[in-house]
C-alpha cells in the first residue's frame, strides 16, 4: 500500500501549489492587522527555521464531514495529509485552502488491517470511506484522474477518525467549546446536494464523471464496529461550556436500519 500511496502522493504535491478554485474561509477572526514586527519576525523564521512535519505534508484531500450524532450538521473539510507509512496517514483539516484557512481539526487513517485489531470500543471512534470513494464526495483536486484514481483504490479500503476543534460553521470568530468527533457518510440521500454542488464547481470537478471514473473499484464490506452511529452508537465528548448540543458520550440513539435523509 505504501509504495502505491507514495506515488500518488507525489502527483497529488502539484494539488497544495494550484488548486482551481480558492476555498475561503468561513470565518473571521478578530484581532488587528499583522504589524511590521510580526511579518519580520514571520520572515526570519520562514528562511531560518525547518518544518519537517510541514514539509512532509504531500496530499490534498477535499471531503465532508458531520458532527456525530446530528447528520443535518454538515461542512466541507480540506485534508492536508502525510503518509507516514504502509498503513498510516495523518491529516491536518481546515475550513479552506487559502493562506488565511482556519485550522479545524485532524483526521488518522488506517488499513482495514490495522481497524480490525482496535478494541472495539475504539472501533465505534472511527467511520468508513468506502461510500465517500464510490460516490465521489472524497476528491484530490488538481491532479490527473489516473492518479486520483489509483489514490482512491486504496483509501476505500481505509478507516478514518476525525476531530474538529474548531467549529467554523458556528463560531465564526474563534475556536470555542470543547472537540467534537465527526463521522463521514455512508449512503445516498445523507449530504444535502447543495453542499456538493457548490464545492465541485468552485474546485472545477464533475461529480458525475467522478462516480463513472470510480466504478471499476470494488467496493469491500465495511469493517464489523466502523460507523457506529448507524447501530445507535453515537459517542460525543460532554462539553461543560454548553457551546455545543451533541449528545454526550456513550449516547445510545436510535438505530439507523435506513439512512437519514435530510429534512
Known amino acids: 500500500m505504501r509504495r502505491q500511496l507514495m ?15 480558492d476555498s475561503d474561509s468561513n470565518v473571521q477572526a ?18 531560518l527555521q525547518s518544518k ?8 490534498y484531500l477535499d471531503g465532508f464531514h458531520f458532527y456525530n450524532g446530528r447528520i443535518n450538521d454538515q461542512m466541507e473539510a480540506h485534508h492536508y495529509c502525510s503518509v507516514l507509512n504502509e498503513e498510516l496517514m495523518q491529516c491536518v483539516i481546515y475550513d479552506g485552502n ?9 483526521e488518522y487513517i ?14 465505534a471512534l472511527w467511520h468508513s470511506h468506502v461510500f465517500e470513494v464510490k460516490s465521489g464526495q472524497l476528491v484530490a483536486p488538481r491532479i490527473p484522474i489516473i492518479a486520483e484514481h489509483r489514490l482512491m483504490e486504496k483509501l476505500i479500503h481505509t478507516y478514518g477518525k476525525t476531530w474538529h476543534t474548531w467549529h467554523t460553521d458556528k463560531h465564526k470568530e474563534l475556536p470555542l467549546g470543547i472537540p467534537q468527533l465527526m463521522m463521514g457518510f455512508t449512503a445516498e440521500g445523507q449530504i444535502d446536494p447543495a453542499l456538493v454542488q457548490a464545492r465541485n464547481q468552485r474546485l472545477g470537478i464533475d461529480g458525475a464523471a467522478r462516480q463513472r471514473d470510480r466504478a471499476n473499484i470494488p467496493a469491500p464490506p465495511v469493517a464489523p464496529g466502523a460507523d457506529a452511529w448507524r447501530e445507535g452508537n453515537t459517542i460525543q465528548l460532554k462539553d461543560p461550556t454548553g457551546a455545543e448540543s451533541a449528545p454526550p458520550h456513550g449516547t445510545q440513539t436510535t438505530p439507523a436500519t435506513q439512512p437519514p435523509r435530510m429534512q
Open 52 to 59: 519537517p512535519p510541514i514539509a512532509a505534508i504531500n496530499a
Open 7 to 21: 506515488a500518488a502522493a507525489a502527483v497529488l504535491l502539484c494539488a497544495l501549489c494550484a488548486c482551481r478554485g
Open 110 to 123: 488506517i488499513s482495514e488491517r490495522l481497524f480490525k485489531q482496535l478494541p472495539d470500543a475504539e472501533k
Open 98 to 106: 487559502r493562506k488565511d484557512a482556519k485550522l479545524m481539526g485532524v
Open 30 to 47: 478578530p484581532g488587528g492587522v499583522k504589524s511590521a514586527t510580526t511579518r519580520a519576525l514571520e520572515s526570519g523564521a520562514d528562511a
